[in-house]
């Protein structure tokens, strides 16, 4: 009824509008300015946070934070997050044609046996995408948010500093140019496209055999197999074209028909909990990577880009190319795809256990009490009024313990150290460490990075096991709906997808985080970012999230795997009931045949 990949072509364009909209907030917003920055000279910055003793409490000061709760400034946020959410808006829009009607297409004019395999290699070069993006922000974030307007004087952040921030705006602008460019092609394809020849040739196989069969007296079977051929082949070849008010009359039957579809809405409900998995660890992996392991932002998405993603692509090639091969029906794709989860939950177990406990943090994790001076912990801070809003972390090395600012470690001098083409900021007379000593700038390192590798090896193999049923899940939807209600039935897949997954799946997931933060940084007198987090805590239910939503999935497969067995059980019944009933109508008819054949 439409043009589908000239429909295909206009989404792509609204999606790189969308990108380009996502990357406007940067250029319409003020520069980035993390605590204590100065565009006016740098060493200022490392002063702001040190330890200033005085006998009265100091004068207030202007507090260039302050500024930021100015009605003006809360006005150009909200707008900030309007166009965010006009692009959001806009990209869903134009992604809705792109997989319903590219998947329907592919499999209206390739050859069944060639389907699984075309739908397969669809999937493995869209996860090309995430691994793309994932690199490309891994090196993106590595370059500072502000690039296009320095300050004079420099930043003092490094790229392993919490406060950083990459720059987020300019991945959104190269990948809306190359949406641009691959939405080109797309308008020259034709409305319909020929057959394969591999099709052609089957079809003439099935007309011979039929003729022949007929030839050697075997009429009723085979005739009514060719008349229900060649109907089904009208049917689908000769569509007429329905009108807005036809069709609307005819989609509440098609919707109905579709959603009362046994196989289809546990196939989508498998799909909607894996969906939901993929959505929260696509949003938050980079993040829990972060705080776990103690990497950077840019390391982590270069991780998922280069493990991850590619494991899931090979996966997809597996599952299409196994259904391809070995001719796999709707059970045996049912047990592929049970095997596939089940091997991916228990994948899954290990990740409980490797990680480790949150660092010292004095006055969070580690209350005075057990701090290495304990007795100086209250009197060492308190003539140095330090903001309680304030963070620049620092880490006294000897004892790993993690001081929010300098000014709470009571350090009153810093200092700037070359060392092999890197600067190391010190901070020195530091009352609150043992001796007076120095203690570094930025977090403590955490002492299970080793981890990190492992963890993303053992996430990467169930990311392929998972992605192994991707292609037989959905050959099991477009071989149990009607050819008709294909585009119908995979559109509303990926609504129900979207709406039950992708929109609620990062909100779970953030909120199940929140809840493991011990810190909280405050904002206009309001909670804002979280500054730490209780490790344990948030690897176990960051994890178990997943392995809910694992079981939830392998639940379905074997409930799809029962009512496909069940199904087969009772057409095997009728298959056998209908032979006895032809068997002995021959054997009553045999007789009166005889001596006409034996005449002639």
């Given at each position: 009824?439409?043009?589908?990949?000239?429909?295909?072509?206009?989404?792509?364009?609204?999606?790189?509008?969308?990108?380009?909209?996502?990357?406007?907030?940067?250029?319409?917003?003020?520069?980035?300015?993390?605590?204590?920055?100065?565009?006016?000279?740098?060493?200022?910055?490392?002063?702001?946070?040190?330890?200033?003793?005085?006998?009265?409490?100091?004068?207030?000061?202007?507090?260039?934070?302050?500024?930021?709760?100015?009605?003006?400034?809360?006005?150009?946020?909200?707008?900030?997050?309007?166009?965010?959410?006009?692009?959001?808006?806009?990209?869903?829009?134009?992604?809705?044609?792109?997989?319903?009607?590219?998947?329907?297409?592919?499999?209206?004019?390739?050859?069944?046996?060639?389907?699984?395999?075309?739908?397969?290699?669809?999937?493995?070069?869209?996860?090309?995408?995430?691994?793309?993006?994932?690199?490309?922000?891994?090196?993106?974030?590595?370059?500072?948010?502000?690039?296009?307007?320095?300050?004079?004087?420099?930043i003092s952040l490094t790229s392993k500093?919490?406060?950083?921030?990459?720059?987020?705006?300019?991945?959104?602008?190269?990948?809306?140019?190359?949406?641009?460019l691959a939405a080109v092609p797309y308008?020259?394809?034709?409305?319909?496209?020929?057959?394969?020849?591999?099709?052609?040739?089957?079809?003439?196989?099935?007309?011979?055999?039929?003729?022949?069969?007929?030839?050697?007296?075997?009429?009723?079977?085979?005739?009514?197999?060719?008349?229900?051929?060649?109907?089904?082949?009208?049917?689908?070849?000769?569509?007429?074209?329905?009108?807005?008010?036809?069709?609307?009359?005819?989609?509440?039957?098609?919707?109905?028909?579709?959603?009362?579809?046994?196989?289809?809405?546990?196939?989508?409900?498998?799909?909607?909990?894996?969906?939901?998995?993929?959505?929260?660890?696509?949003?938050?992996?980079?993040?829990?990577?972060?705080?776990?392991?103690?990497?950077?932002?840019?390391?982590?998405?270069?991780?998922?880009?280069?493990?991850?993603?590619?494991?899931?692509?090979?996966?997809?090639?597996?599952?299409?190319?196994?259904?391809?091969?070995?001719?796999?029906?709707?059970?045996?794709?049912?047990?592929?795809?049970?095997?596939?989860?089940?091997?991916?939950?228990?994948?899954?177990?290990?990740?409980?256990?490797?990680?480790?406990?949150?660092?010292?943090?004095?006055?969070?994790?580690?209350?005075?009490?057990?701090?290495?001076?304990p007795e100086l912990f209250t009197a060492?801070?308190?003539?140095?009024?330090?903001?309680?809003?304030?963070?620049?972390?620092?880490?006294?090395?000897?004892?790993?313990?993690?001081?929010?600012?300098?000014?709470?470690?009571?350090?009153?001098?810093?200092?700037?150290?070359?060392?092999?083409?890197?600067?190391?900021?010190?901070?020195?007379?530091?009352?609150?460490?043992?001796?007076?000593?120095?203690?570094?700038?930025?977090?403590?390192?955490?002492?299970?990075?080793?981890?990190?590798?492992?963890?993303?090896?053992?996430?990467?193999?169930?990311?392929?096991?998972?992605?192994?049923?991707?292609?037989?899940?959905?050959?099991?939807?477009?071989?149990?709906?009607?050819?008709?209600?294909?585009?119908?039935?995979?559109?509303?897949?990926?609504?129900?997808?979207?709406?039950?997954?992708?929109?609620?799946?990062?909100?779970?997931?953030?909120?199940?985080?929140?809840?493991?933060?011990?810190?909280?940084?405050?904002?206009?007198?309001?909670?804002?970012?979280?500054?730490?987090?209780?490790?344990?805590?948030?690897?176990?239910?960051?994890?178990?999230?997943?392995?809910?939503?694992?079981?939830?999935?392998?639940?379905?497969?074997?409930?799809?795997?029962?009512?496909?067995?069940?199904?087969?059980?009772?057409?095997?019944?009728?298959?056998?009931?209908?032979?006895?009933?032809?068997?002995?109508?021959?054997?009553?008819?045999?007789?009166?045949?005889?001596?006409?054949?034996?005449?002639?």
């Amino acid at each position: 009824r439409v043009h589908r990949p000239r429909l295909i072509g206009c989404g792509a364009v609204l999606v790189a509008l969308a990108g380009l909209l996502m990357s406007l907030p940067h250029f319409i917003s003020e520069p980035y300015r993390y605590d204590h920055t100065s565009s006016v000279d740098m060493p200022q910055d490392f002063e702001a946070s040190l330890c200033q003793p005085t006998t009265s409490v100091p004068a207030p000061t202007p507090d260039p934070s302050n500024s930021s709760c100015s009605s003006y400034t809360e006005t150009q946020h909200l707008a900030v997050v309007g166009i965010m959410f006009a692009a959001q808006t806009l990209l869903g829009v134009g992604a809705v044609p792109i997989q319903p009607f590219g998947i329907s297409y592919i499999d209206d004019f390739a050859h069944n046996s060639n389907s699984p395999l075309y739908v397969g290699i669809l999937f493995a070069v869209t996860m090309m995408g995430p691994g793309m993006a994932y690199g490309l922000g891994g090196l993106m974030l590595r370059l500072y948010v502000d690039i296009d307007r320095m300050p004079e004087g420099g930043i003092s952040l490094t790229s392993k500093d919490p406060r950083w921030v990459g720059a987020w705006w300019l991945g959104f602008l190269v990948s809306a140019g190359a949406v641009a460019l691959a939405a080109v092609p797309y308008f020259f394809f034709p409305r319909e496209m020929p057959r394969e020849k591999h099709e052609l040739r089957f079809r003439r196989r099935v007309l011979e055999a039929t003729a022949s069969s007929v030839s050697k007296g075997e009429d009723s079977p085979p005739e009514s197999l060719a008349e229900s051929q060649e109907k089904q082949d009208s049917l689908t070849q000769i569509a007429p074209d329905l009108t807005v008010i036809q069709f609307i009359k005819v989609f509440p039957r098609v919707l109905l028909r579709t959603l009362r579809h046994p196989i289809f809405l546990l196939v989508v409900l498998s799909q909607v909990c894996m969906s939901s998995m993929v959505a929260g660890m696509a949003t938050f992996l980079p993040k829990f990577l972060e705080r776990q392991f103690s990497i950077t932002a840019s390391y982590a998405n270069l991780l998922i880009g280069c493990l991850t993603i590619p494991s899931a692509i090979v996966g997809i090639v597996i599952g299409g190319v196994l259904v391809k091969r070995l001719h796999l029906g709707p059970v045996r794709c049912a047990v592929l795809c049970l095997l596939g989860e089940l091997f991916c939950l228990l994948l899954s177990l290990p990740l409980f256990f490797m990680g480790c406990s949150t660092h010292q943090i004095a006055g969070i994790t580690q209350p005075p009490g057990h701090l290495p001076r304990p007795e100086l912990f209250t009197a060492c801070t308190e003539p140095c009024f330090c903001p309680l809003d304030d963070f620049n972390p620092v880490c006294d090395p000897k004892t790993h313990v993690e001081y929010l600012t300098p000014c709470q470690a009571g350090c009153t001098g810093w200092a700037l150290q070359e060392a092999l083409d890197k600067s190391q900021v010190f901070y020195a007379n530091c009352s609150c460490i043992v001796g007076g000593g120095s203690v570094l700038a930025g977090s403590c390192e955490s002492s299970c990075s080793h981890l990190v590798l492992p963890f993303m090896v053992l996430i990467s193999l169930g990311a392929s096991l998972a992605s192994l049923t991707h292609t037989p899940s959905f050959m099991l939807i477009l071989r149990g709906v009607k050819k008709e209600d294909k585009t119908l039935a995979v559109g509303i897949q990926f609504m129900l997808l979207r709406v039950l997954a992708w929109m609620p799946s990062p909100v779970i997931h953030g909120s199940a985080i929140d809840t493991t933060c011990v810190h909280w940084a405050q904002s206009c007198g309001r909670r804002a970012v979280c500054r730490y987090y209780d490790h344990d805590l948030l690897r176990n239910r960051f994890v178990g999230l997943q392995v809910f939503f694992k079981t939830g999935s392998l639940a379905c497969f074997a409930l799809i795997l029962a009512i496909l067995r069940q199904q087969d059980k009772e057409e095997g019944t009728q298959v056998t009931v209908s032979t006895s009933g032809l068997q002995q109508q021959l054997l009553t008819s045999g007789p009166e045949k005889k001596p006409e054949e034996s005449r002639v």
